[in-house]
């Protein structure tokens, strides 16, 4: 078993703009295939399936989300709240800053035990979860030697939206394997060329390591983004507030600084590309990242009867369309399309999303132009 599970719930959701924005982004909104549960929910029961009895669930989340995250732990009993802690990030500054600060609390608060850490983010949907889990237990072995241990997922498309993950083909039957390279996303001609290759891998986002070894690797690859974070006092019991019977670290002295300190850049640039003691693990469970309009249309049409309402949806002649809107919508001759609608009727800003099909990954950089035109009110 792991001793701690740290949960990355930041993020601004801007792959699924409009649907999911900067105050509530996709990790909580509801699930297509299960519209009881969100995506955070769903990781939080997965990490409660990792940790032992008395382990902990760190959950790092922008401020400005905590109130989600507490609603969603509504569902916990009173025993496993008492394992939660929910660090507040007072500017998002990439995953390594989240996983260094994280590991920094879990070192300054176990008097420096090493512990066993798996990291995973909050919007993905993993099945089944008992194959997950079991499989993640595995790799809990295989870090006491001091090793990265990360899930590469089967690739099942020349998918340009993911980063890859390289091994020797010698190496595919293995438990792990060592992994030789990480690739950024792709183009299409060099996904495909991944794909036909048979040894590259998607990779999940999911780690698992030693608290111990996981310091030194980031003392020796990135020590300005955990540095101001080591210089933190140990939080004292005021530090806390706790709220529906979840701890918030709202008041860490000095957090709010370091986090201004500390270099914004991804785990997998900072430490996962740079260490040469990292394992793969190939995943014999089902993994999505709902990292697209195409992703999250294919779902909702894999489980028809959940998601959007085609209440209110009128087509002529219009064939492969997606349609997702909180008001009435006709299509005419209009086809391979995934149109979003927000009214506005909750009181955010009107939106709409017009995409042609196969082509929903350009939407960050919809958000990138909304940002440069500094129309961050429909962020």
């Known amino acids: 078993m792991f001793d701690e599970c740290v949960i ?3 993020g601004s959701g801007t792959r699924l703009w409009p649907l999911s924005n ?11 295939t299960d519209n009881t549960n969100n995506f955070f929910k769903l990781s939080l029961e997965r990490a409660f399936s990792l940790v032992a009895e008395n382990g902990r669930i760190i959950i790092v989340a922008g401020k400005n989300h905590v109130s989600h995250v507490i609603g969603s732990c509504a569902d916990r009993n009173e025993e496993q709240k008492q394992r939660i802690t929910v660090i507040p990030e007072p500017e998002a500054k990439n995953t390594a800053a989240a996983i260094g600060c994280a590991l920094v609390f879990i070192e300054k608060t176990s ?11 909050s919007d993905h949907l993993v099945d089944p979860k008992d194959v997950f889990t079991a499989q993640s237990l595995v790799l809990a072995n295989h870090i006491e ?14 998918e340009t939206g993911f980063g890859y993950i390289e091994i020797n083909k010698s190496d595919g039957g293995k438990e792990v394997a060592e992994a030789l390279s990480f690739h950024e996303k792709p183009d299409k001609t060099t996904a495909e060329r ?3 290759a048979g040894t590259f891998y998607w990779n999940s986002g999911m780690f698992a390591f030693s608290s111990g070894f996981m310091k030194g690797e980031f003392l020796k690859y990135a020590e300005d983004v955990i540095g101001p974070f080591d210089a933190l006092p140990v939080p004292p019991k005021d530090a ?8 918030i670290l709202e008041h860490w002295e000095g957090l709010a600084e370091a986090y201004k300190q500390t270099r914004k850049i991804s785990f997998d640039f900072a430490v996962a590309t740079k260490s040469a003691r990292v394992v793969m693990s190939i995943a014999a469970f089902n993994w999505r990242d709902i990292g697209s309009w195409d992703e999250y249309a294919s779902l909702v049409k894999e489980n028809s009867s959940a998601g959007s309402s085609e209440t209110g949806i009128f087509r002529i002649g219009s064939a492969n369309t997606f349609v997702d809107s909180d008001i009435p919508v006709a299509l005419c001759g209009a086809d391979d399309l995934v149109v979003v609608v927000r009214s506005g009727k909750d009181g955010s800003v009107p939106s709409v999303l017009i995409a042609k099909k196969g082509e929903t990954q350009a939407v960050s950089a919809v958000v990138e132009q909304i940002k440069a035109k500094h129309r961050n009110d429909l962020l």
Do not use: C, H, W
């Open 8 to 10: 990355m719930a930041g």
């Open 22 to 32: 900067s105050m509530k982004p996709k990790q909580f909104l509801p699930v297509p």
């Open 111 to 121: 008097a420096g035990q090493n512990r066993k850490i798996f990291v995973m983010p």
């Open 145 to 158: 030697t001091e090793n990265l241990a990360i899930f590469g997922i089967p690739p099942v498309a020349p």
């Open 194 to 196: 991944y794909l036909e």
């Open 240 to 247: 806390y507030t706790v709220k529906d019977g979840v701890a």
